[in-house]
Nanobody
Framework: QVQLVESGGGWVQAGGSLRLSCAPS????????MGWYRQAPGKQRDLVAL???????TYADSVKGRFTISRDNAKNTVFLQMSSLKPEDTAVYSC???????????????WGQGTQVTVSS
């Protein structure tokens, strides 16, 4: 079963920056859409950003102009560059990927375990 490995979470003061990264491990045939979601305490999990294999991106309105999603298709890695961070960005950020494990399997959604991002005022 494919697993997603995340890194880059941590603590930062308001106005600072963090860069998250995520890559799948295991048998991989192809990786389709990848992205990031986040969930703050007491709130639902919301989309942050998505990126297709061709580079098409989608952002939540709350992060447009501040966050940038990108990917390295050769390494099947997705990144989230977060700048001008606000306390409202504090949440658990989870990596998302739609992965086809082999030529004989269908694509399946995989999630990372989540990484805590804390922005202090």
């Amino acid at each position: 079963q494919v697993q997603l490995v995340e890194s880059g979470g941590g603590w930062v003061q308001a106005g600072g920056s963090l860069r998250l990264s995520c890559a799948p491990s295991g048998n991989i045939f192809s990786v389709n859409i990848m992205g990031w979601y986040r969930q703050a305490p007491g709130k639902q999990r919301d989309l942050v950003a998505l990126i297709s294999s061709s580079g098409t991106t989608t952002y939540a309105d709350s992060v447009k102009g501040r966050f940038t999603i990108s990917r390295d298709n050769a390494k099947n890695t997705v990144f989230l560059q977060m700048s001008s961070l606000k306390p409202e960005d504090t949440a658990v950020y989870s990596c998302y990927a739609n992965i086809r494990a082999s030529a004989w399997s269908t694509s399946e959604i995989s999630w990372g375990q989540g990484t805590q991002v804390t922005v202090s005022s």
